[in-house]
């Protein structure tokens, strides 16, 4: 099994276990060009890392949102190269959130087998405190878990990060967000939506709406990234050059 470390040490058999997929599927996928090939250690076996796991749950959170293999293909291509599976699990994190609510009940075995890891209570308190997983309502009982944040919730365990602050900063996503997609959805409206109703008869413009329609989550879902990403960079930046300067 992983060792939480970047080194492949995933059998075939393993990663598909770890992101709920059929062994063939994940053939599948690496026939198409969607999954990196395995490295090849002792006795000709390929090995698979968080990289491939987080590369096979963002292409599984593209497909759920009614993409094309071709379309995810296209969407892959448009990444950079280099980026971490910690970068990956935070692009599928996004995906998942133009997703209707997908939450599971998961038995603390089959928790812990998605994880790759034994989970300790105060793990499952992180867990929760990030929105991944609810408590079991009995005891004993089963986790309420969202499969598409466990992933990357499970990375963020390992961050040195207060519990507090977790709560803290998820608030701070949650109101952002939600105000950014509020006036995305104004725009959408006004700009877009709006003009469209207005010229439902022409059979050339609706056939173009309907290819908006089926592209956009994962065109807006880029550009917020994007612009998420670059920002975060600089602050961050400004923020440790000012502590270094006083």
Known sequence: ??????????????????????????????????????????????????????????????????MTLAAIERYLQQLPPDLSAQDLAIHRALVASWAPDSAEDMERAELERRAGRTLSEQDLDRLAAMGVLEHPTVPEGP???????????????????????????????????????????????????????????????VKAMKSLSAHMQPMVLQALLTAFQRSLKEELGAAFTAGEEQ
């Open 1 to 66: 099994m992983a060792t939480g470390t970047d080194e492949p040490t995933l059998t075939v058999d393993e990663l598909a276990a770890r992101a709920g997929v059929t062994v063939r599927t994940v053939r599948f996928y690496s026939t198409r060009g969607l999954l990196p090939p395995p490295v090849i250690g002792p006795r000709r076996v390929g090995h698979y890392g968080n990289d491939h796991l987080s590369r096979l749950a963002l292409i599984e959170e593209l497909q759920h949102q009614g």
């Open 143 to 205: 986790c309420l878990v969202d499969p598409g944040l466990l992933r990357l919730g499970v990375e963020l365990l390992d961050v040195p990060i207060a519990h507090e602050t977790i709560l803290a900063a998820r608030t701070v996503l949650l109101e952002h967000t939600r105000s950014a997609a509020h006036e995305l959805t104004r725009l959408f409206r006004d700009e877009v939506w709006n003009p469209y109703r207005e010229r439902e008869s022409d059979p050339e413009h």
